[in-house]
């Protein structure tokens, strides 16, 4: 990879580390105490400064809980609500999935029941 290139998306990456880190209302400490090193080193991160490795960018998306795709994406604006969609989605295919085992049980019910009336009855 060419240098130009290399600065170019050291700092685009470190754009999107800053942008979920604004979004989720973290301070530059709070993340880099997470990580582990200092304020200056994540700071140098975020600037595009620091040639960021995968080891590193995986604790970030770590804490951010985020997948590394994200952080690499070109504008990571655009991504989080796309990730916010799907996990609103999941949630609902969640609740939705409780919700049929909950009615399979009370037809099981239901069914045990009838099946023990015409048992007694017989």
């Known amino acids: 990879m060419n240098e130009t290139l290399k600065k ?3 700092k685009s990456v470190g754009q999107n580390i800053r942008t979920i880190r604004h979004q989720r209302g973290w301070s530059q400490e709070d993340v880099a105490n997470r990580l582990g090193i200092s304020i200056p080193a994540f700071s140098k991160i975020e600037t595009g400064v620091t040639d960021i490795n995968l080891s590193r960018l995986e604790q970030i998306a770590n ?3 985020v997948n590394v795709v994200m952080l690499l994406a070109l ?3 655009d991504v989080e609500p796309q990730i916010s969609n799907i996990n609103i989605a999941q949630k609902k295919i969640i609740d939705r999935e409780a ?3 909950s009615l399979q049980r009370k ?3 239901l069914y045990e029941e009838l099946h023990n009336r015409t048992s007694a009855s017989v």
Request: proline share 0%; charged share 35%.
């Open 8 to 10: 170019k998306t050291n």
């Open 99 to 101: 919700e049929i085992a």
């Open 107 to 109: 037809v099981i019910l």
């Open 75 to 77: 504008d990571a604006k």
């Open 63 to 65: 804490i951010y809980e």
